[in-house]
Each structure stands twice: as structure tokens, then as C-alpha cells.
């Protein structure tokens, strides 16, 4: 088989790994002609997962006409917010009949769309039923270091699913399948939003118990918008939720909840942005999840005080305080 990822970042060099390892001929799309050169001379994409030896099934391509040729598989890797970019190039040039996976965890700036809803709008109908989503609790140098690490594959025709699943399986990379493609999609954006109001509550010092309580809370806010979308709130439960929720919120790995534990600390989104280098996808979807949940009718009060803190300037104390002062109400309703 032979497999086009496009993106090299932390988790497209990842995935280059699983699949190299796996003896897959991967052309990894380097956006970055002296990255995608390094890259080649030294086995090792040093800027993003350094200290992981990339097989030699890898070839890294700066190219993306030599990336794409007799793929029989596409992997979309890049950060959300420039897929649409990036896919607009790539589209004549994707073979017909192959899968095309999206493991971008965001929602659309300004279209609040899902990757597979953004990868839908630039490429023509005969592709669409080939889309699916690869989601779950991944950090990726854990998934190129061979740590167990279990995932979903979401897509509405279950066949493809079930091709992606079998391509991207291997000893210590565990596929399930789903058919609930909005759901997945959702577990994986929203989860990001959360973890930083995670790192925001550890950056704040507040201890065990507002962590449990954010992480439940946020999964009980994360199901409301997903739902409304048309997902089933089962999914939410499952491993692109509850098991990206928890690694996101809890694992010292995640940048997003990185870029909460500085902001509690009381220090600049721009500063923090740009110490990090890499990208923090909750930093943007907190606008697009708001504007969602907003748009459905949906009450985010968390989701709301992380926009505010990132994007309006509020003071991370003030707005724990008016999450703990907040009506009275019962946990659930049923
Ligand atoms: N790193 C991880 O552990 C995981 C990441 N993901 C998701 O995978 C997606 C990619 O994230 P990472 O690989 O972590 O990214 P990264 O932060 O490691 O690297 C950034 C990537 O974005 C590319 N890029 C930046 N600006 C670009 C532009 N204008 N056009 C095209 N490409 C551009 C860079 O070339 C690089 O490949 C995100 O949606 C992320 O949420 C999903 C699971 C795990
Ligand atoms: O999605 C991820 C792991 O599943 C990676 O999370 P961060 O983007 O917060 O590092």
C-alpha cells in the first residue's frame, strides 16, 4: 500500500511512523522545503518530533504532486485552520476511490465546519463518501514511541471506516470504528476548549477536586453541542471524548492545556503562543465552539469563560468565581 500524509507536523510524523513501521510506503507532505531536506538526511523531523527515528518506508516530500501520486490512502494532517488551504491545492491532484482521513482536531474560523465538512466543501462529490476521521486520546510522541494507544475511525460509509481501520492498525495502535462522524469530530475539537480551562484551574493552583469537576462538566457541556449537531451522545463517552478529554486535561504532553496552566499563571496568550511554536487548536476552536453553541441555542458557561479569558482579557480568578456562583440546578436533565 502506499500512503500520502500531508502534514508533517508532531502527529503527521507520528502516523509516518505507524504506518513506515508497518511497512506502508508513506510520502509524508513537508510544507517546509529544508524541514522535508532534514527530514531525509537524518531520519528525525527534528523541529517537530525530535529524538524519533522515522523509517525508512518514510519518504518526505516538499512536493505535493509527489506526495499525492498512486496514494491509495490520504492521511489530512495539518492544523485545522489551514486544511481548506492546503486541500484546495491538493484537490486535483488526490487519486479517485481512495480514503482521505482527517485527524485535524478543530472547528472551521468563520464556517464552523468540521474537517471533514471543510474537506466535503473543496473537493468534488465523487470523493465525499471516501472522507473519514481518525480521532482520540493520541498525544503523538507517545503513538511514534510504540506506547499502547487506541483510537477511533469515523465515517459514514461503514466500509471505509473499516479499511481505514485495518491500514492504520498495529501492535500498539488500536482502531475502532464508528459510523457517528459528527460526534468524533466533536470529542475531538471540544475537548481541546476544555483542556485548557483545565490548565487554567491547575495554572490557578485549585487542586484535585475543580480539575474532576472541570473535566465532568466540560464532557457534560462538550454532549450538549454535540448533540444538538445531530451527534449520539454515546459517542461522547467513548475514546474521541471522554479518552481525549481526559489525556488532554490531566496529560503534561498536551499544549492546550499548557496554554491554560500559563494563562492561570497570569501570563499573556501572545507570550505563551509564542514560546509554544506548535499548534494550540482549542486557542482558535473557542471561538468557533461558542459561536456553535451560541448559534444551537446551547448554554457553555465554560466554554464562554475560556473565550473570555483568552479573547476579551478576563481575569482567570473572576471567571471561576462566577462558574461557582452560577443558578442552582439539578446535575442532569433526564
Ligand atoms: N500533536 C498531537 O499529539 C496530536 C495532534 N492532533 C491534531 O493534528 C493536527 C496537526 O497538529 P500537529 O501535528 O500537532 O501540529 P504541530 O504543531 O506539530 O505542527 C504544525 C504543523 O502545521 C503546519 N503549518 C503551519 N502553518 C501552515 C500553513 N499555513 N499551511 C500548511 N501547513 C501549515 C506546519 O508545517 C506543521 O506541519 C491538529 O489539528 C492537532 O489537533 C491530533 C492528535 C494528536
Ligand atoms: O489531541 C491531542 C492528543 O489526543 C493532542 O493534544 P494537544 O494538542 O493539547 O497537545
Not at 501520486?69 to 491532484?93: D, H, I, K, N, Y
Not at 469515523?154 to 492504520?168: C, D, I, L, P, T
Not at 465554560?302 to 473565550?307: A, G, K, R
Request: aromatic share 4%.
Amino acid at each position: 500500500m502506499r500512503a500520502a500524509i500531508i502534514g508533517a507536523g508532531g502527529f503527521g510524523t507520528s502516523l509516518a511512523v505507524v504506518l513506515g513501521g508497518k511497512g506502508i510506503d508513506v510520502r509524508l507532505w513537508v510544507r517546509e522545503p529544508e524541514l522535508c531536506r532534514a527530514i531525509g538526511e537524518l531520519r528525525e523531523n527534528r523541529r517537530y518530533l525530535p529524538g524519533i527515528e522515522i523509517p525508512s518506508s518514510v519518504t518526505p516530500v516538499d512536493d505535493l504532486r509527489r506526495a499525492l501520486e498512486g496514494a491509495e490512502m490520504v492521511v489530512a494532517a495539518t492544523p485545522s485552520q489551514v486544511a481548506r488551504s492546503v486541500f484546495q491545492e491538493a484537490a486535483p491532484l488526490i487519486p479517485t476511490g481512495v480514503p482521505i482521513v482527517t485527524v485535524s482536531k478543530g472547528i472551521e474560523e468563520g464556517t464552523r465546519l468540521l474537517p471533514t465538512e471543510v474537506l466535503e466543501s473543496v473537493l468534488p462529490p465523487p470523493f465525499h463518501p471516501y472522507l473519514a476521521v481518525l480521532s482520540g486520546p493520541s498525544f503523538a510522541r507517545e503513538v511514534a514511541a510504540g506506547s499502547p494507544t487506541l483510537v477511533t475511525v469515523a465515517a459514514h460509509w461503514q466500509r471505509n471506516a473499516v479499511v481505514v481501520q485495518e491500514a492504520f492498525t498495529a501492535p500498539t495502535f488500536r482502531c475502532y470504528t464508528s459510523t457517528d462522524v459528527v460526534g468524533v469530530q466533536l470529542g475531538g475539537a471540544l475537548k481541546n476548549v476544555i483542556a485548557i480551562g483545565s490548565g487554567i484551574v491547575d495554572g490557578l493552583g485549585f487542586g484535585n477536586n475543580a480539575r474532576a469537576a472541570l473535566i465532568t462538566r466540560g464532557l457534560a457541556e462538550m454532549a450538549r453541542v454535540a448533540v444538538a449537531r445531530g451527534a449520539n451522545p454515546i459517542t461522547l463517552s467513548g475514546l474521541s471524548g471522554l479518552g481525549d478529554l481526559v489525556l488532554t486535561c490531566t496529560g503534561e504532553l498536551s499544549r492546550n492545556r499548557r496554554v491554560g496552566v500559563e494563562l492561570g499563571r497570569g501570563r499573556s496568550l501572545q507570550e505563551i503562543l509564542g514560546e509554544l511554536g506548535q499548534v494550540a487548536e482549542g486557542v482558535n476552536t473557542v471561538r468557533s465552539a461558542r459561536e456553535l453553541a451560541h448559534g444551537l441555542g446551547v448554554e457553555v458557561p465554560i466554554t464562554d469563560q475560556v473565550y473570555a479569558i483568552i479573547h476579551e482579557g478576563k481575569d482567570p480568578k473572576r471567571a471561576a468565581a462566577e462558574l461557582m456562583a452560577r443558578a442552582l440546578k439539578p446535575e442532569f436533565r433526564y
